[in-house]
């Protein structure tokens, strides 16, 4: 982003990775970020039907609004997802309002909080972790994906579905790309073989649910006016176009 002559003020935005999943020698290794507020430019991305029609339109206004050098493509996903909400505040505020349950709800975005880490997974900046499937015993390494991983799979999806139109592979696939060794074998190869013809379906829905257990993240979820368990907070349109 190129430096402008005038004065924006900005927010420091803190990550749900700390930066402990990075090398180093990266900006992101420092935990956080800095991020402008929305102007009337960011505001032009978030209407440019191209951008909207393709899906890149968040991405677009991400990329705008950070203030810090770094590679977006290696960002976490649930790094990606605080960046996304900080977004959010710094161009509308942070009162959401949605429908849920057939009842209006609104929460109050700057309270989401990140999710609690178990720091002692987190080693040498090394973004891998070791995971014995309960079933078959077999021993793995997997990684968190990044956004330049989802990308790889949304187009291995796309390519797949112009083959077989009725084809929908996306637990496989993401497991293929979250799965980086089995049994101490590295081959991509490999792996997509061990996916494909060995890999429990329990096995799998044990490996998902450890996933998500200890991938960093923003907590969105919030309780319903009548609900006693919490639930996902539902991005529609009107997080990013209140005026819709």
């Not at 990329?63 to 505040?89: C, E, P, Q, Y």
């Not at 959401?96 to 987190?122: A, C, H, P, R, W």
């Not at 083959?163 to 991509?188: F, Q």
């Amino acid at each position: 982003m190129e430096e402008s002559k005038f004065k924006l003020p900005t927010e420091i935005v803190e990550l749900p990775s700390k930066g402990l999943l990075y090398p180093e020698d990266s900006e992101l290794a420092k935990g956080e970020i800095e991020m402008k507020y929305m102007t009337a430019r960011e505001e032009d991305i978030l209407t440019n039907q191209s951008y909207i029609k393709n899906g890149t339109v968040l991405d677009k206004l991400m990329k705008s609004l950070i203030v810090t050098k770094i590679n977006f493509d290696d960002l976490l996903i649930g790094d990606k997802n605080a960046i996304m909400v900080a977004a959010r505040v710094l161009g509308y505020g942070s009162e959401y309002t949605f429908e849920y349950g057939g009842e209006t709800q609104t929460i109050d975005l700057s309270s989401i909080e990140n999710k609690v880490l178990d720091e002692t997974l987190f080693q040498n900046h090394l973004n891998e972790f070791s995971f014995t499937l309960p079933h078959s015993k077999n021993e793995i390494t997997f990684k968190i994906l990044s956004h330049k991983d989802e990308q790889d799979i949304n187009r291995e999806l796309e390519g797949l579905k112009k083959i077989n139109k009725d084809a929908s592979p996306e637990m496989s696939t993401r497991l293929k790309y979250m799965i980086t060794s089995v049994e101490g074998l590295r081959d991509r190869k490999d792996v997509r073989e061990f996916v494909d013809t060995a890999l429990l379906a329990k096995d799998a829905r044990s490996l998902r649910e450890y996933i998500k257990e200890i991938q960093p993240d923003v907590d969105l979820t919030f309780f319903p006016s009548e609900g006693s368990n919490r639930v996902s907070i539902p991005i529609g349109v009107s997080f990013f176009w209140p005026d819709i």
